[in-house]
């Protein structure tokens, strides 16, 4: 199993330029999230969803779009990026018929820069 | 809604010596905590966690972490620790209606170890 995969792993992007950040998982788990990483500030939640057409918003939705065709895959929109979205990004992946105490397994993050 | 904090941001200690690295937590109602390790350039990794039960619980590569209601800790010990223990450190916390689809992290805690 390739686990969850994210891609791509760097970017650099121009202030009010858009792209989407890849994710999909191989474990046909049913809850889905994206968290920013910064120096200092932990991880902090961007959106999530609980199943394919189902998403709600985490800690700092603002100035990012998810939608989820399928369970397998989440991608996460920049509509205008801003420098201040300059940050590691993650997917994580958990199977929430084990327990919503089960754990979260995550991809390996995509380096974003906005310049 | 719950909240983490992490009382150290780094810590450095020798090779072979005992490490200790603290969380508090905050939340109303009964929550699962987590510890997860990041190595470098990598997505987290669950190292243990707490459900219920017995207030000490033992994860991975000798760590261990007691849960302390009174004081609302979740504090990670390891008696011994090797140079390849060099990692950030994040605790987290999930519980409570509508909160268990929502994994808090704190701000990281990151182990240095020195030969």
């Known amino acids: 199993n390739a686990g969850v995969t994210q891609t791509p792993k760097f970017q650099v992007l121009k202030t009010g330029q858009s792209m989407t950040l890849q994710c999909a998982q191989d474990?046909?788990?049913?809850?889905m999230s994206w968290y920013r990483q910064d120096p200092g500030m932990g991880l902090r939640l961007i959106h999530y969803?609980?199943?394919?057409?189902?998403?709600d918003q985490g800690e700092v939705p603002n100035g990012y779009n998810v939608s989820r065709s399928t369970t397998e895959d989440f991608p996460l929109r920049l509509l205008s990026a801003a420098p201040s979205q300059t940050s590691v990004y993650f997917c994580?992946?958990?199977?929430?018929?084990?327990?919503?105490?089960?754990?979260?397994?995550f991809g390996n993050g995509t380096r974003l820069t906005v310049t | 809604a719950q909240s983490v904090t992490q009382l150290d941001s780094q810590v450095p200690v020798f090779e072979e010596a005992p490490v200790e690295l603290r969380c508090n937590y905050s939340s109303s109602v009964s929550v699962y905590l987590f510890w997860y390790v990041q190595y470098p350039n990598q997505g987290l990794q669950l190292l243990l966690k707490?459900?219920?039960?017995?207030?000490l619980v033992k994860g991975i590569n000798g760590f261990e972490a007691e849960f302390n209601k009174s004081q609302t800790s979740f504090h990670l010990r390891k008696p011994s620790v090797h140079i390849s223990d060099t990692a950030e450190y994040f605790c987290a916390v999930t519980g409570g209606l509508g909160g268990a689809q929502k994994l808090v992290f704190g701000q990281g805690t990151r182990l240095t170890i020195n030969p």
């Open positions: 707490y459900l219920s039960g017995s207030t």
């Open positions: 474990m046909n788990h049913e809850y």
């Open positions: 994580a992946s958990r199977n929430p018929g084990a327990g919503w105490h089960s754990p979260l397994h």
């Open positions: 969803s609980v199943g394919a057409g189902i998403t």
